[in-house]
């Protein structure tokens, strides 16, 4: 449920609705756009009366939210949340961002990668420390050791680094090496007590949909992290399981305007993950970028036909730089006034 204040209301009146709600057992989440205030009420609301609320004098409507997320609802926040990554970077509002590097993190090749994504336009460093596979067999990232290397090329570079975190257990690790990108990948999507734990935290979570995850689901995850105060989620479409096999996963780029639409968080596209052919990455950064995506997540590696991981979808140092050209073309087409 959601009330919409009057333009007449003092700040004292606000604070005693917003009491008053409180008091009721429910949370209040207060939004101020350009237009108007807005109060979402998060809880059980079958418990209160809109009529009641609508009666009162500060409120100039009230309307029930059907969509089971309330705190990512655009309903509740009218705009665009800004999530702050540090070193400057700031996702969404209007922004654009490319986050670049390799898959996983392999050792000292990475700072190298990393200079050249950077002198190519990228403003964040990805890679892998702790790697999630399908094979227990396969390489499964170096760990905190791997932390530490990318730690080593963000003070260098100055650049916010983007790691994916796979257990609760980590989350110290995390928050000592000062990691300002946490991302959950699509197979801890809905792995709730994850979602809950860096849910208590400050740092932004960059939140990829699940393997075959409607975008419900993926906003009921961005739902759990939010609910437990950590309100700086970014949401990524990386491509659903679908019959398709060309590519390793079918690339849903009408979530990108669905998510802007449904939803105040800002909206990434992994178009590596997506289409999983290198040949395919630019043509898909490029389409996701035209589609409004607030940034974008690409792979990059010097040497992608002997990369520990995921070779087959990265892209070569001169490739991305290629690529960050295109996509800065379609961005200001994109972005262009018409008259």
């Known amino acids: 449920m959601i009330a919409v204040v009057k333009d007449t209301a003092t700040p004292e009146q606000l604070d005693h609705f917003v009491s008053w709600i409180h008091g009721k057992g429910l949370d209040a989440h207060v939004s101020k756009g350009y237009n108007a205030t807005i109060v979402g009420l998060v809880g059980d609301t079958t418990q209160i009366d809109p009529y009641l609320i609508e009666g009162m004098d500060i409120i100039e409507r009230v309307q029930r939210v059907s969509e089971p997320f309330k705190k990512a609802n655009r309903k509740f926040h009218p705009l665009d949340t800004v999530v702050d990554c ?27 990668i990393a200079r050249q994504v950077k002198a190519a336009g990228a403003t964040l460093l990805r890679g892998g420390a702790y790697k999630p596979r399908t094979s227990p067999y396969a390489y499964q990232g170096m760990g905190e050791k791997g932390l530490d290397l990318l730690c080593e090329a963000r003070d260098e570079l100055d650049m916010p680094i983007v790691t ?3 257990d609760p257990r980590d989350v110290d690790t995390f928050v000592s090496h000062g990691i300002e990108v946490w991302q959950i990948g699509a197979r801890n999507a809905q792995n709730f007590p994850l979602l809950k734990e860096v849910g208590k935290t400050n ?9 075959s995850g409607t975008i419900d689901e993926l906003l009921m995850a961005a739902e759990y992290i939010m609910s437990e105060g950590n309100p700086n989620v970014i ?21 990108v305007p669905v998510l802007h639409d449904l939803s105040h968080l800002p909206v990434c596209a992994d178009p590596s993950h997506a289409t999983g052919h290198t040949r395919y990455v630019t043509p898909m950064a490029l389409a996701a970028t035209a589609a409004g995506a607030d940034c974008l997540e690409i792979e990059v590696h010097d040497d992608p036909k002997h990369a520990w991981s995921d070779g087959a979808q990265a892209l070569t140092p001169a490739q991305f730089k290629d690529a960050m050209t295109r996509i800065a073309t379609v961005r200001e087409a994109v972005t262009m006034e018409v008259e």
């Open 235 to 255: 949401v990524c479409e990386r491509g659903i399981r679908t019959f398709e096999t060309h590519t390793r996963n079918t690339f849903d780029l009408s979530a």
């Open 86 to 112: 540090g070193h400057g970077v700031k996702i969404g509002g209007g922004t654009f961002h490319v986050i670049a590097g390799p898959c996983s993190v392999e050792g000292e090749n990475l700072i190298n």
């Open 203 to 211: 740092a932004a979570i960059l939140l990829k949909r699940g393997i």
């Open 164 to 166: 994916e975190i796979m």
